[in-house]
């Protein structure tokens, strides 16, 4: 697969990484919308608004991505937002794509993954935590990870090695064997 170079406004625009970015990148044949920075509430309708300014049904639709993470469900309404509309996902080299994030990666119709991307366990927010019934949420939320995976066509067990890293601060960088293996790439 012949690889389209990113123009440096798009490279640009993953200059910070904190407080997710969202934009659309738009020429005569794609349709880029960029998301950099932590995914949180709300980012799938600002997605879903930029997916409706898209013009043309000619255009190649892709999106691009560098996130340390942020919040699953919305990172798995992102990822199903970019199924139903047959995104391909693209993670350019030099960046990174970790936690929640590899749940919107998921939901591309094909996924070119090249820069890294890498695991921790979910964990809830502190104030959860504590909260009788935090292992009954754990529990509810692991299968929900591990259905929308599935649907995605991505290995459930990915959502086993999430939850095998003991520490919510341990990260696991993926090889590009173990990204093909789970099926979360799809070309290289």
């Known amino acids: 697969m012949r690889f389209i170079v990113i123009s440096v ?7 910070q990484v904190k407080a997710a970015e969202i934009g ?6 794609t349709a880029d919308i960029i998301v950099s920075g932590e995914i949180t509430p709300g980012d799938a309708n600002k997605v879903h608004d930029l997916i409706d300014r898209i013009d043309g049904d000619k255009k190649i639709h892709r999106f691009i991505i560098h996130s340390p993470g942020g ?3 919305e990172a798995i309404s992102i990822g199903s ?6 995104f391909t ?8 794509c970790i936690s929640a994030c590899i749940f919107a990666i998921a939901g591309g119709r094909s996924r070119i993954l090249m820069g890294k991307v890498a695991l921790h ?7 959860l935590e504590s ?9 509810e939320g692991k299968q929900a990870m591990l259905e929308y995976m599935k649907k995605m066509g991505v290995q459930e ?6 939850y095998s890293l003991q520490d919510p601060s341990e990260i696991k960088y993926l090889s590009t064997a173990e990204l093909q293996a789970y099926k979360l790439a799809t070309d290289q």
């Open 9 to 15: 406004s798009i490279l640009l625009f993953f200059a």
């Open 157 to 162: 067990t990915i959502v086993d090695a999430m």
């Open 24 to 29: 659309l990148h738009s020429t005569s044949t």
């Open 81 to 86: 937002l970019l199924r139903s509309y047959g």
């Open 131 to 139: 909260h009788p019934v935090a292992r009954q949420i754990q529990s």
């Open 89 to 96: 996902v693209f993670e350019p080299v030099g960046v990174t």
């Open 71 to 73: 919040n699953v469900t």
């Open 121 to 127: 366990h979910p964990y809830l927010p502190h104030v």
